[in-house]
């Protein structure tokens, strides 16, 4: 191959080694938990509900997070060596997530934690599969670490 054509290839993968195990991660820990989400919204009329990513250094993530979700909010710890945390909000939209994920952030800044990156993403529709939603809530916290603020999204 030649040098030139070396330099101009794309690369052929969208995601690094570390951004692929991480989504494994989250896979294995997700699936199950997204497809009783899927089951509960076609049983009980589409109401909607919301993945938020969250990670921060020098603070005690999990325990902050379990303090100020809901009964109903489920909690899951994807990656201890990021500290990264995801939580489904039941029943709850873009916007109520969005104030939540704020709500959260202020409280990690505020205990001197840093480099703080939170992802919320609306599951209103369960035509998706379950695997794209969960390669998109990938995407989203990549997306996160890149531009340093709450990315947001919606499936409809």
Request: proline fraction near 2%; charged fraction near 35%.
């Amino acid at each position: 191959m030649s040098e030139t054509s070396t330099k101009t290839r794309r690369p052929s993968l969208r995601f690094n080694e570390k951004e692929i195990k991480l989504a494994l991660k989250m896979m294995e820990k997700m699936e199950k938990p997204i497809e009783l989400m899927y089951y509960l919204m076609e049983r009980e009329d589409e109401k909607p509900f919301v993945i938020i990513l969250l990670s921060a250094k020098e603070i005690e993530l999990a325990s902050l997070i379990r303090t100020e979700k809901r009964d109903t909010d489920l909690l899951f710890n994807i990656d201890e060596n990021q500290n990264l945390f995801a939580l489904i909000c039941q029943e709850t939209k873009v916007d109520g997530g969005y104030r939540f994920a704020e709500r959260l952030l202020r409280t990690v800044v505020l205990d001197n934690g840093h480099s703080v990156y939170c992802t919320e993403m609306e599951i209103r529709s369960t035509k998706y599969d379950i695997k794209e939603v969960i390669f998109k809530a990938i995407e989203n916290y990549i997306s996160a670490k890149k531009e340093n603020e709450i990315v947001f999204r919606s499936l409809h």
